[in-house]
């Protein structure tokens, strides 16, 4: 193999300056494609199967390990990261926001108000495991928090519903008239009448500091 220029490995004067990206502002509005970091960790009695959930060495703690991947707008291609809490030994709170913002991101993808309690919106709401989660696509609320080095840097905490006024125009929707039943997608609309057991429970075995399949 040549190329045009032999000393372009050995002399980098001449490269371009290194640029970073500049954080998407906080409350920016933007479309995701949600993967999880499969850690390992299954409590099958809490619906936690497929070895998606991660257990924290340091604290027992159990959380969804999320990337987004913005699919659109200004800032496509960019990723932030998130964890969505399942169990804190210190408490329920952290676990029901887990499935407070699970909830909103299923009602985001699955085009849902989230006052709909029909039949076809419940049955949209229900998962038959984290696997109907790993590649959901919502629209979500950019923010911004420190990282451990305590530098800035953006996450995701919040899923923006069909009932936000953006969400129609961003998510290329029909606009739908308050009070109109939701229209879920198909694949909502199959999805398992079962309802999971509570993420805010305990695990059925107290946490060891390390994932199952370490055992």
């Known amino acids: 193999m040549t190329t045009s220029n032999a000393s372009s490995w050995n002399d980098f004067n001449d490269a371009d300056t290194q640029s970073g990206f500049d954080l998407i502002p906080k409350g920016t509005l933007v479309p995701v494609r949600m993967t999880l970091k499969p850690g390992g960790f299954d409590e099958p009695a809490q619906g936690w199967t497929g070895g998606y959930a991660t257990q924290s060495f340091e604290t027992g703690a159990v959380y969804l390990s999320a990337e987004f991947v913005v699919t659109g707008g200004d800032f496509a291609k960019r990723k932030l990261w998130s964890n969505i809490g399942l169990y804190s030994a210190k408490g329920p709170t952290w676990g029901q926001m887990g499935r407070s913002f699970l909830r909103a991101a299923l009602n985001s993808a699955r085009n849902v108000h989230p006052q709909d309690n029909s039949p076809p919106a419940v049955a949209a709401r229900r998962i038959a495991g984290f696997h109907e989660l790993d590649g959901l696509e919502f629209l979500a609320r950019v923010d911004v928090e420190k990282d451990a080095k305590g530098g800035d840097r953006n996450v995701v905490k919040l899923a923006v519903e069909p009932d936000h006024p953006d969400y129609a125009r961003l998510m290329g929707v029909p606009t739908r008239t ?10 909502a609309a199959a999805a398992p009448a079962h309802s999971p057991a509570p993420a805010s429970a305990a695990p059925a075995r107290a946490p060891t500091g390390k994932p199952a399949w370490a055992s």
């Not at 308050?178 to 694949?187: D, E």
Request: aromatic residues 0%; hydrophobic residues 30%.
């Open 178 to 187: 308050h009070g109109a039943p939701s229209a879920p997608t198909a694949r």
